[in-house]
């Protein structure tokens, strides 16, 4: 994370190790066959008394079935059933004034060993030993509250049961969980696990009892009449407020006050993951001198704190202009370590929270406006390189955005040929990519499921990765290490297709051509109706931008202009690109000093040299309507 001196803001940067070379469009090592993990649910399911319904919409709600290869997620949690080992903990509360128990310091791991008796290396990392284990916790969980236990017993006499395996802090999370749950039974569920294990589980329409959340020994929580955080009410957020207030030498932190949409309207979410646990994210985000953000998602259950109104701007994304016009969401994890991964509770309520978000303030919801900070460009030439790369490669941007409501177009109903626009959309699970120095610089980051597709100079496997001029100014070609984003083309990014050679398509990427496999037996790239932007006839070339800013004659007296100035990238002649929005403003907020009052501050300057934000390589970008011809895809 980066300080915001007084414009920029950043957070979650990570230096660019050295470069290694060497992909593989592969699958996972072989290994020895899986156990039968719907046999597991099953036999577990009889053996401690659960509905093996309950069972596996509890599992799904934790995992999706996975196993993960035995690595534990960002809070400590294992396999199917996510048994968390994390230790006694105790931090500070948020006013720091005294020890406070945290969800972390509850040991499922621990129960499930001592309710089952199996070792809890095997509870880690069999997958059998841990659905048992999560039957067992389950079980206990049901007696405990003086409720029939019994393989045969309606699942509708389940609720505080699941609700108090959330590992919620207050009943509001714990109901939030249990009601997600009975959702996922409800509408049912089949997938195939990233071991290869086909799982289903048939819908199943039930009532449960939501009056057994009385019984559990947990505060009520945050409650919707009492809350000003702008939430949805089933979440169960809380206000932690960032500060706004001034720290010396003209100085002051850590956000801008604001009134948008009227200063700015809101045009993005930006997915931030934390690069730190979530207790100190929240301190740092009480620091004035430091930078800020609307929300921290916790991982081990989802739990949300907002910090910045929406109104007001956030200092989080590294580019101004993105600042003005966006939301920033921090989640509990690490883009670089590709040994844990991020949990089923954090994905599915900040999807809620987006959908929430994206219809309070007329966000599109699509990938082109809830995007990664790794799609935020750099603001001038100099910047690029120090641009960030959060959530990273591990984020499931397929899943999510099923849960978010607004699924990654995958449709084979257009032919994919030259002109086309198609969205990259290569699965998850079974799309494992060599990544390298996810842990140690120059080591292969241990195999799993990632969101991107490598793009070549040419239709070889054996040829060089594409170059970003941004990330390698000296001219050399992309390499495979987890931070290099500048040959990736990420699950939901739009391109429009320049050649296609047999499985091999190229799309224009970074003003040149990049080569991905996509045959279509198993395709990679579907293509979809859409807009594109052309260079007008008669310009060689055409210059992209990293924010809108006025033209110098919009500025007023007083405001100083700030300098139009094009990225080190350009379009071609011939090449085209995706239109994300034609409706941005063009505009800049001007806000530099403590609680300024217009016309000197505070005052959204508008101009009237009307941009274009586009799909531009791994990132997106802005180009001028006066130099571009705007056309439907052929």
Not at 490 to 516: M, N, P
Request: glycine share 10%.
């Amino acid at each position: 994370m980066l300080r915001r001196p007084k414009i920029l803001a950043a957070l979650a940067a990570v230096a660019l190790p050295a470069a290694l070379v060497g992909v593989s469009l592969g699958g996972p090592p072989a290994e020895a066959a899986p156990p039968d993990a719907a046999s597991a649910f099953s036999q577990a399911a009889a053996k401690y008394g659960v509905p093996e319904s309950v069972l596996l919409a509890v599992s799904y709600a934790e995992s999706r079935w996975d196993d993960h290869a035995g690595a534990p997620s960002t809070t400590g949690g294992y396999g199917p059933m996510h048994l968390t080992d994390l230790g006694d903990s105790e931090v500070e509360d948020l006013s720091g004034k005294q020890k406070v128990a945290t969800a972390e310091s509850l040991q499922t791991l621990d129960k499930a060993a001592d309710l089952t008796g199996l070792d809890q290396s095997a509870l880690r990392t069999d997958v059998t030993a841990n659905i048992s284990g999560g039957a067992a916790v389950l079980a206990s969980y049901q007696k405990s509250l003086g409720l029939p236990v019994g393989a045969n017993t309606s699942p509708a006499e389940w609720y505080g049961a699941v609700a108090s395996y959330a590992e919620a802090p207050d009943k509001v999370g714990a109901g939030g969980f249990a009601d997600d749950v009975y959702s996922i039974l409800a509408k049912g569920a089949a997938r195939t696990t990233n071991t290869g294990q086909q799982i289903v589980m048939p819908a199943l329409a039930v009532t449960p009892d939501k009056s057994q959340l009385s019984k559990l020994s947990l505060p009520a929580g945050v409650q919707p009449s009492t809350s000003d955080v702008e939430c949805p009410p089933s979440l169960g957020c809380e206000w932690l407020p960032a500060p706004y207030s001034e720290f010396g030498d003209g100085d002051y932190g850590n956000h801008d006050l604001a009134n948008r949409p009227k200063t700015g309207k809101i045009d993005y979410i930006v997915i931030h993951d934390t690069e730190g646990t979530w207790q100190g994210v929240l301190n740092l985000v009480q620091d004035p001198t430091y930078v800020s953000w609307q929300y921290t998602m916790r991982s081990s259950d989802g739990h949300v704190w907002q910090h910045v109104k929406a109104k007001d701007v956030a200092w989080h994304a590294g580019n101004w202009y993105v600042n003005m016009h966006s939301i920033g969401i921090e989640h509990e994890g690490f883009a670089p370590q590709g040994a844990t991964w991020f949990t089923e509770s954090l994905y599915r309520n900040s999807a809620k929270l987006v959908r929430y978000l994206a219809v309070k303030n007329n966000i599109p919801l699509d990938r082109a406006h809830i995007i990664g900070h790794d799609q935020v460009p750099g603001t001038i030439p100099s910047t690029v390189r120090g641009m960030h790369w959060d959530p990273g490669p591990y984020w499931d941007w397929e899943h999510y955005m099923d849960l978010v409501g607004a699924p990654i177009w995958g449709k084979s109903v257009l032919p994919v040929h030259t002109g086309s626009i198609v969205s990259i959309k290569p699965g998850f699970a079974g799309n494992v990519q060599v990544v390298n120095s996810c842990d140690t610089a120059g080591t292969p980051c241990k195999p799993q499921g990632t969101n991107f597709v490598y793009l070549r100079q040419a239709p070889d496997d054996n040829a060089p990765l594409v170059k970003d001029l941004g990330l390698h100014p000296d001219g050399s070609n992309g390499t495979t290490e987890v931070s290099d984003m500048g040959s990736r083309a990420a699950a939901g990014s739009e391109y429009v297709v320049a050649e296609r050679q047999g499985d091999w398509v190229a799309v224009w990427y970074l003003g040149a051509k990049g080569w991905f496999k996509s045959p279509a037996s198993a395709p990679d790239a579907f293509a979809k109706p859409g807009l594109v932007v052309k260079p007008k006839a008669g310009l060689t070339s055409v210059p992209v931008y990293g924010r809108a800013y006025p033209e110098q004659s919009a500025y007023p007296a007083g405001i100083p202009y700030q300098t139009v100035t094009p990225l080190q990238y350009s379009i071609g002649a011939g090449q085209a690109y995706p239109v994300g929005d034609l409706n941005i403003e063009t505009d800049y907020y001007r806000a530099v000093t403590f609680a300024g009052e217009p016309p000197a501050d505070h005052v959204q300057v508008l101009g009237k040299d009307k941009y274009y934000q586009i799909w531009f390589g791994h990132r997106m970008a802005y180009v001028r309507a006066a130099d571009v011809d705007v056309r439907p895809a052929v």
